[in-house]
């Protein structure tokens, strides 16, 4: 069975300062793997996916991810934090060799950045 | 090209009454998908639908029930409203039932 697990609920990062937002997941067949961002009362915009391709997933506003195979990890990066990355993001597995599309979040990381 | 819409985005409904969600996917999308998201059980699966059809459903009780148009659109039912259903219902759609899915900003239900 298909399940994530993001192992930090809160970050804080200064301005400027890198950020790393962690996610483990686990999946019988190779997975997709997804990072989507909410901002305050907000739907979920998609910031990068990973299907099997690259290892290294640039995505949008400067954030990129790495797959790692033998960790089960696909954690989130981001050289430097900005004030507008201030918002809750989710990992997400999707696994569609199990036979459904799906997506199953994590339970989210709420990202604070300090002026 | 237009996103995801969502109508309406707010809601207040009575416990025992009847809501319908209604949710336009990005032209083109024939794959939609919705999702329950709440603060205590964060974002759970509810129906997944490829070309009028059902292709999955979440662990939620018959009370939920979906559908999807020869147009894609997609409308989300629930009956006999309990306050547990008090949420945030996110549509999402997608080319084909494997590509990246792409969420509307959802309809807040408060039900009192």
């Known amino acids: 069975a298909q399940s994530v697990t993001q192992l930090d609920s809160h970050v804080s990062v200064s301005e400027g300062t890198p950020v790393l937002l962690r996610c483990n997941y686990s999946?019988?067949?190779?997975?997709?793997l997804f990072w989507y961002v909410q901002h305050p009362n907000k739907g979920l915009q998609l910031l990068l996916k990973y299907t099997s391709a690259a290892t290294l997933v640039k995505g949008i506003n400067g954030f990129e991810a790495e797959f790692k195979k033998s960790e089960t990890s696909f954690h989130l990066t981001k050289p430097s934090a900005h004030m507008s990355d201030a918002a809750e993001y989710f990992c997400?597995?999707?696994?569609?060799?199990?036979?459904?599309?799906?997506?199953?979040f994590g339970t989210g990381t709420r990202l604070k950045v300090l002026a | 090209k237009a996103g995801v819409t969502q109508t309406p985005r707010y809601l207040i409904k009575t416990r025992g009454q009847q809501v319908t969600l209604s949710c336009s996917p990005i032209s083109g999308h024939r794959s939609v998908s919705w999702y329950q998201q709440t603060p205590g059980q964060g974002l759970q699966f509810l129906f997944e639908?490829?070309?009028?059809?059902?292709?999955n459903k979440g662990n939620f009780p018959g009370r939920f029930s979906g559908r999807q148009f020869s147009n894609s659109r997609s409308e989300m039912n629930v009956s006999t409203l309990e306050l547990g259903d008090s949420a945030l219902y996110l549509c999402?759609?997608?080319?084909?039932?494997?590509?990246?899915?792409?969420f509307g900003q959802g309809t807040r239900l408060t039900v009192v």
């Open positions: 997400v597995v999707s696994d569609p060799n199990s036979g459904t599309y799906k997506y199953i």
């Open positions: 999402a759609s997608s080319q084909t039932l494997n590509t990246e899915a792409f």
């Open positions: 639908y490829f070309s009028e059809t059902q292709r």
């Open positions: 999946s019988s067949y190779s997975p997709s």
